[in-house]
């Protein structure tokens, strides 16, 4: 008790007032909302208490106007309890106004009269309401406004928000609630620090592991060389010298305790390593444990929220919180609370219909939204759903074609997961209106990049006139992440799992090239192959029989990342990377293995724009080849064309006839692709975007490494001058498209490199 009172001694009385406040306000919320919907009796009770302590606590420090305000209310919960005052929503949102004047009023940091005397309309509207509340009227429906409700008033202590700041309303019309803000952890600005020695304690202990594993390998030696030592000692001891004898006895007898000794110390060193790994796992688990937060503190403010903007827009909807015990990082809880409002705020505004029209599609009047959260899968699943009208695909068809982003014949080949992508990309609207609370150019893609952000994902689903679900995984914490630990180029890396696909062995027989990209087939899909040293340029991944491949993005940008070994899935403590090297491209922060080794964290979302780079740019690593015995006997011919279909029929008559083709789509990707492989014989064509023909021969007969590489140009060019061109910049051969047949090309090749065959 004597520390209690010495932590309260610190605060002023006012200060004790504002947390009490604080509290009794939320269960004056949570009871009228409870009230309204289910007229629960329960809920009166407890408001009833809630204006009393509230109407006492603010005597004691002398705020006159809050104890007129509370026992208004008081004696309004009096006469609802009593069956004599019905709390219609119009009296409940009298109610409703007073307590966020309390909350406001609580929090003025001194000049309080002078607060008063500048929201004098506001606390007399207030005032009057709560005192005259059993003369208000019914409810009357409210026409749909082309407006949000006007957010609750800043706190008196604050600046104004200003553009760009965290408080300022973000584009989708959501405001900052006053006081909603979950409250300071006493250990925040020690936390990092706390995990990483905790962190570095487990490593200590799961370094034990090693040396208990060398020293039963020692006791296996040990165990071997006793039992030759015992043979010979017992041979010795039947000899017929009483003196060898004694000696070879005496040694068997000296051998029992060192066999004894190394098992009770490695019995006690295993014991050991047990004490310290579940001491450094406990100590890491309580760190973290002191970040968690129910998920009720992020989520208080919604249901009055979704309640007083169904009311502004004409419509009735109830929202239900499931889960609401549920643990969740206090970073991810605030990173999060921003895109939960969007979506809720767009499921009253887009989703919900009014009373007049659920009742005519054979619904109930009052529509329902739900917000659940839970663990699964050591992950954090959030789902809203809700019962309104759902998304018209058809909609969303037509607005991809208005828009130009896919053809029709695209458009209606996709199936309705792919349609509801197009949600999530930027000023992607089927709002028809624009209002202060959606359709202002600004769609699901901010809350697609903040979940993002926090290595998570989101999916939506919808039934036309059923209703829409949003799925977000998010990791429990950002302190700790589950991650897949690989190696590349002989160094550890690691991908939240969260953003691991799958994770397959791809045959080289499986690996197939087409436009000189690899790729192979899984469930039906064709997936690009793209080698990770090459993205983080590492070098140059050496050829396996077998390709370890992880899969990473979704939908259209989707790839598989060839990696050298796959380790397995470790729990990685966060460590950031220090700011003196700015942000590190593909590189999201760093962590330590269980065995010491650091290893650094993959940026997936980073990770995939460098792999779009990548292929835009061309000169892929090859990552699968033919057997080398084959490779040694058959000759390469790179062909390079931007017509497709010139390259298709040239590869397939060179193919036919047992070369071995790759295939380059313009001058660019052939100066690239030629570096850096083993070919007999280049064929070019001379009209190509961002490097010809012409200028690519050149590179090949001036590189140090390339001169001696046979090239021959085929080309609907066939004037004198365009032959006389190209010889001249060191073509070989100079063959025209308009007149060449399958043995003309052939017969060429022929001429320049003799048969396929070395």
Wanted: glycine share 6%; hydrophobic share 45%.
């Amino acid at each position: 008790m004597s520390d209690k009172k010495d932590d309260l001694s610190q605060f002023s009385m006012l200060d004790l007032f504002r947390m009490e406040a604080d509290s009794q306000t939320q269960i004056l919320t949570d009871g009228l909302l409870a009230f309204e919907r289910r007229n629960d009796p329960a809920a009166v009770e407890s408001m009833m208490r809630a204006a009393h302590s509230i109407k006492g606590a603010a005597s004691i420090v002398g705020l006159e106007m809050i104890v007129q305000l509370a026992h208004g209310m008081e004696d309004a919960f009096i006469a609802a309890q009593a069956g004599k005052l019905k709390l219609t929503p119009n009296r409940v949102d009298a109610l409703l106004a007073a307590v966020d004047l309390i909350v406001q009023c609580s929090r003025v940091d001194g000049g309080l009269d002078a607060w008063l005397a500048a929201h004098s309309a506001q606390v007399g509207k207030t005032m009057n309401d709560v005192q005259g509340i059993a003369f208000l009227p019914e409810p009357v429906i409210l026409p749909p406004a082309s407006a949000a409700p006007a957010p609750a008033a800043p706190r008196p202590d604050e600046p104004a928000a200003q553009p760009g700041s965290e408080n300022a309303a973000d584009p989708a019309g959501e405001q900052p609630v006053a006081g909603r803000a979950l409250p300071p952890m006493k250990t925040a600005q020690n936390f990092d620090r706390l995990l990483a020695l905790a962190s570095e304690a487990r490593i200590n202990a799961h370094q034990l592991h090693p040396l208990i594993q060398g020293m039963q390998r020692y006791k296996r030696n040990q165990a071997a060389l006793f039992a030759v030592l015992e043979e010979v000692m017992e041979a010795a001891s039947r000899a017929s010298d009483p003196a060898l004898q004694e000696k070879a006895l005496l040694a068997i007898q000296k051998s029992q305790p060192l066999k004894q000794f190394m098992l009770e110390h490695i019995t006690d060193m295993e014991n050991y390593e047990r004490r310290l790994l579940t001491g450094s796992e406990n100590m890491v688990d309580e760190v973290l444990s002191l970040r968690m937060r129910p998920f009720r503190d992020g989520i208080q403010h919604f249901p009055r929220m979704v309640r007083d903007l169904a009311r502004s827009l004409g419509k009735d909807v109830v929202l239900q919180v499931e889960g609401e015990d549920t643990l969740v990082d206090r970073d991810i809880l605030l990173r999060i609370e921003s895109p939960l409002n969007h979506m809720l705020r767009n499921a009253v505004d887009h989703g919900m219909e009014t009373p007049q029209e659920r009742a005519a599609a054979g619904k109930p009047a009052t529509g329902t939204v739900v917000l659940e959260a839970r663990h699964r899968a050591g992950m954090l699943n959030i789902e809203i759903s809700d019962d309104g009208r759902g998304v018209d695909p058809e909609k969303i068809r037509r607005s991809v074609i208005e828009r130009k982003m896919a053809t029709e014949q695209m458009v209606a080949a996709m199936s309705q997961a792919e349609l509801m992508e197009f949600l999530f990309l930027p000023a992607f609207s089927l709002k028809g209106g624009i209002t202060e609370i959606s359709g202002r150019g600004v769609g699901l893609d901010i809350v697609h990049d903040t979940i993002r952000q926090q290595n998570g994902t989101v999916r939506i689903e919808s039934e036309l006139g059923k209703g829409f679900r949003t799925s977000i995984t998010l990791p429990l914490t950002q302190s700790i992440v589950r991650a897949l630990v690989v190696d590349i180029k002989g160094e550890a890396y690691a991908i939240p799992i969260v953003k691991v696909e799958r994770i397959v062995k791809v045959a080289q027989a499986a690996v197939h090239t087409l436009e000189n990209k690899q790729f192979f087939e899984h469930d039906g899909e064709h997936l690009g192959l793209v080698a990770a040293a090459q993205v983080l340029e590492l070098g140059e991944m050496a050829h396996t029989e077998e390709l370890s491949v992880v899969v990473i993005g979704a939908s259209a940008k989707r790839y598989a990342l060839v990696v050298d070994k796959i380790r397995g899935e470790e729990s990685l403590a966060v460590q950031a990377i220090d700011p003196i090297f700015g942000k590190m491209r593909d590189i999201s922060a760093a962590a330590m293995l269980d065995d010491g080794e650091p290893v650094l964290i993959l940026d997936v979302p980073d990770l995939l724009l460098s792999v779009e780079k990548l292929l835009q740019e061309g000169g892929l690593h090859q990552l699968a080849r033919a057997d080398h015995a084959g490779r040694r006997r058959m000759k390469r011919i790179l062909v390079v064309d931007d017509s497709l279909t010139v390259r298709e029929m040239e590869r397939k008559l060179l193919v036919g006839r047992g070369f071995d083709v790759d295939i380059a789509i313009d001058g660019i990707d052939g100066w690239n692709v030629v570096r850096s492989g083993d070919y007999d014989l280049v064929i070019t064509d001379v009209d190509m975007p961002r490097m010809d023909g012409i200028e690519l021969v050149n590179l090949i007969k001036k590189d140090l490494h390339l001169h001696k590489l046979p090239v021959m140009i085929v080309s609907y060019k066939d004037r004198p001058e365009d032959r006389a061109r190209g010889l001249a910049a060191g073509a070989d051969y100079y063959l025209t498209k308009g007149s060449f047949h399958d043995e003309t090309l052939l017969d060429a090749v022929s001429d320049l490199i003799g048969e396929a065959y070395r």
